[in-house]
């Protein structure tokens, strides 16, 4: 996918003075070891093992010159504290943490490491120097465990690098009505998100710029009947949406600027239909599959969730509105829930934004909705049919009425089950999702759109948060644990 952090991983490994550095040495030349068995790419050892801030200096060096973005440090053995954090601090990209466990009975006489200890340390100097840094469940490992570990932080890492040099680019003010869709910008400035917002008319304006671009149209629009086959239901139409394509790729690539990444949320209804006489969804539906997410409605911080979801996931994300409750009579008899019951269960949906290769069955229809208002003629252009069935994660990242960063995650199905219905639609499965939607998603005001990972990727998610400073971070919660304000005598 493009539009995503290449993440380089440098292990750094410390020793404090007091022990031989040479066991730090041979402890990162069995991780490295492991690392080159498992074909994790693009990790690198550093020749330096800091033992004094001087080489802390030089690590900092090395790391510059390879182009470093990520970082673990590996405690051999105890560690020193100070210049071990002074590298985190001065590095500033994401960081974790990783000890040796002692290798067995012959070690302990004299080659004990006591990084078990050194972590505790560690952990106490990351406190005075105010750093945000991932420490796994449990950071003492193996050389076989590392690699587990290293490559959960290459996904941790990938978001965070994305989050701190992306923007997000809107165009048009939310629909009328659509309160859930605007919210307070100045937390996305304080993640380090650049935010351009445009008119509607700065669209409009682009899509004329680009119309004389004809033999890129006629690829992108081959593209187009190439992976519709027989589903191209309206080909009158492909050209204009080809157009549309042109013209955000366009934008795309002369507006990123300072950042290296950037992701869109655009107006989509209601004047889009009279002025462009097609719907935008398969446009957005495709850009999505390629890494550059295009949220419904001007949805700023859904663009922002739906990049995160697919930094994650490594793979294409989708915008959904969590959107009506199941009908027992649509739920065929002994079909599997994922472990869930009725009330657990929920339809996804949206006009069309889904790319085709998370479909279960798709093709080009018309906008159900919008065409009661309008015209069956001029709102043309949804991708529709079912979702796959998949693992997902639905996670959403959202600024609150105050200006403080909220968050859930939960993970879940998509089902195989028919769900009898139009738009790009799909059931979703998230065990205890009644209580979470009534004491988090409703109880802490969270707005109708979720993005979705087609894998489960809560860890992931969860651990970037924190790194980013995201502190409110909702789950669902299991039976017999109460949600802040529920109401234990109506359960």
Not at 83 to 101: C, D, E, H, S
């Given at each position: 996918m493009i539009n995503q952090p290449v993440v380089k991983l440098g292990i750094v490994g410390v020793s404090r003075d007091c022990f031989p550095a040479s066991l730090t040495q041979a402890r990162l030349a069995a991780v490295m070891a492991e690392v080159r068995s498992a074909n994790l790419p693009e990790v690198y050892d550093c020749p330096v093992i800091i033992e004094n801030e001087k080489d802390t200096l030089k690590a900092l060096d090395w790391a510059k010159e390879q182009g470093v973005n990520a970082v673990c440090m590996f405690l051999g053995n105890f560690g020193p504290e100070g210049p071990t954090t002074m590298f985190i601090q001065k590095f500033q990209g994401p960081a974790m943490v990783l000890a040796a466990k002692e290798e067995g009975k012959a070690n302990l006489a004299s080659d004990r490491g006591d990084a078990l200890c050194g972590v505790l340390n560690f952990s106490y100097s990351?406190?005075?120097?105010?750093?945000k840094v991932y420490i796994p469940e449990y950071p003492n490992v193996s050389p076989a465990e590392?690699?587990?570990e290293l490559a959960d932080f290459r996904h941790i890492a990938r978001v965070v690098i994305g989050m701190r040099s992306l923007k997000v680019i809107g165009f048009g003010p939310r629909p009328m009505d659509f309160f859930a869709c605007n919210a307070p910008i100045q937390p996305l400035y304080d993640l380090g998100v650049e935010v351009q917002e445009n008119s509607e008319l700065d669209m409009?304006?682009?899509?004329?710029?680009?119309?004389?671009?004809t033999a890129e149209i006629e690829a992108i629009a081959k593209d187009m009947e190439a992976e519709l086959g027989h589903r191209n239901t309206y080909p009158e139409i492909?050209?204009?949406?080809?157009?549309?394509?042109?013209?955000?790729?366009d934008w795309y690539e002369?507006?990123?600027?300072?950042?290296?990444?950037a992701v869109f949320a655009n107006k989509c209804w209601p004047a889009w239909q009279p002025v462009f006489e097609f719907e935008p969804c398969y446009v957005n539906s495709r850009l999505t599959g390629r890494g550059?997410?295009?949220?419904?409605?001007?949805?700023?911080?859904?663009?922002?969730?739906?990049?995160?979801?697919e930094c994650a996931s490594e793979m294409p994300a989708t915008l959904l509105d969590i959107n009506n409750s199941v009908p027992a009579d649509v739920v065929?008899?002994?079909a599997n829930l994922a472990g869930c019951d009725l009330r657990d269960l929920y339809m996804g949906f949206h006009c069309g934004n889904t790319c085709s290769q998370c479909m279960k069955s798709c093709k080009i229809k018309y906008q159900l909705i919008q065409a009661r208002l309008m015209s069956e003629d001029i709102t043309k252009g949804t991708l529709e049919g079912q979702i796959m069935p998949s693992k997902t994660t639905m996670f959403r990242l959202q600024s609150n009425s105050d200006s403080k960063l909220v968050s859930y995650i939960a993970q879940g199905e998509f089902l195989d089950i028919d769900p009898c219905s139009f738009g790009g639609i799909g059931i979703a499965a998230i065990p205890g999702f009644a209580r979470f939607y009534r004491h988090v998603l409703v109880g802490k005001r969270f707005p109708h759109h979720g993005a979705y990972?087609?894998?489960?990727?809560?860890?992931?998610l969860f651990e970037a948060l924190r790194l980013l400073g995201v502190e409110d971070i909702n789950t669902p919660l299991p039976a017999g644990q109460l949600y802040p304000g529920e109401n234990p005598f109506a359960i």
């Amino acid at each position: 996918m493009i539009n995503q952090p290449v993440v380089k991983l440098g292990i750094v490994g410390v020793s404090r003075d007091c022990f031989p550095a040479s066991l730090t040495q041979a402890r990162l030349a069995a991780v490295m070891a492991e690392v080159r068995s498992a074909n994790l790419p693009e990790v690198y050892d550093c020749p330096v093992i800091i033992e004094n801030e001087k080489d802390t200096l030089k690590a900092l060096d090395w790391a510059k010159e390879q182009g470093v973005n990520a970082v673990c440090m590996f405690l051999g053995n105890f560690g020193p504290e100070g210049p071990t954090t002074m590298f985190i601090q001065k590095f500033q990209g994401p960081a974790m943490v990783l000890a040796a466990k002692e290798e067995g009975k012959a070690n302990l006489a004299s080659d004990r490491g006591d990084a078990l200890c050194g972590v505790l340390n560690f952990s106490y100097s990351v406190g005075l120097r105010r750093l945000k840094v991932y420490i796994p469940e449990y950071p003492n490992v193996s050389p076989a465990e590392a690699v587990k570990e290293l490559a959960d932080f290459r996904h941790i890492a990938r978001v965070v690098i994305g989050m701190r040099s992306l923007k997000v680019i809107g165009f048009g003010p939310r629909p009328m009505d659509f309160f859930a869709c605007n919210a307070p910008i100045q937390p996305l400035y304080d993640l380090g998100v650049e935010v351009q917002e445009n008119s509607e008319l700065d669209m409009k304006v682009q899509y004329e710029k680009v119309a004389s671009r004809t033999a890129e149209i006629e690829a992108i629009a081959k593209d187009m009947e190439a992976e519709l086959g027989h589903r191209n239901t309206y080909p009158e139409i492909i050209h204009k949406m080809a157009q549309l394509e042109l013209a955000i790729l366009d934008w795309y690539e002369n507006n990123k600027g300072a950042c290296d990444y950037a992701v869109f949320a655009n107006k989509c209804w209601p004047a889009w239909q009279p002025v462009f006489e097609f719907e935008p969804c398969y446009v957005n539906s495709r850009l999505t599959g390629r890494g550059i997410p295009v949220a419904c409605e001007v949805d700023l911080y859904g663009a922002v969730s739906e990049y995160m979801a697919e930094c994650a996931s490594e793979m294409p994300a989708t915008l959904l509105d969590i959107n009506n409750s199941v009908p027992a009579d649509v739920v065929p008899e002994g079909a599997n829930l994922a472990g869930c019951d009725l009330r657990d269960l929920y339809m996804g949906f949206h006009c069309g934004n889904t790319c085709s290769q998370c479909m279960k069955s798709c093709k080009i229809k018309y906008q159900l909705i919008q065409a009661r208002l309008m015209s069956e003629d001029i709102t043309k252009g949804t991708l529709e049919g079912q979702i796959m069935p998949s693992k997902t994660t639905m996670f959403r990242l959202q600024s609150n009425s105050d200006s403080k960063l909220v968050s859930y995650i939960a993970q879940g199905e998509f089902l195989d089950i028919d769900p009898c219905s139009f738009g790009g639609i799909g059931i979703a499965a998230i065990p205890g999702f009644a209580r979470f939607y009534r004491h988090v998603l409703v109880g802490k005001r969270f707005p109708h759109h979720g993005a979705y990972a087609f894998k489960h990727v809560g860890k992931i998610l969860f651990e970037a948060l924190r790194l980013l400073g995201v502190e409110d971070i909702n789950t669902p919660l299991p039976a017999g644990q109460l949600y802040p304000g529920e109401n234990p005598f109506a359960i």
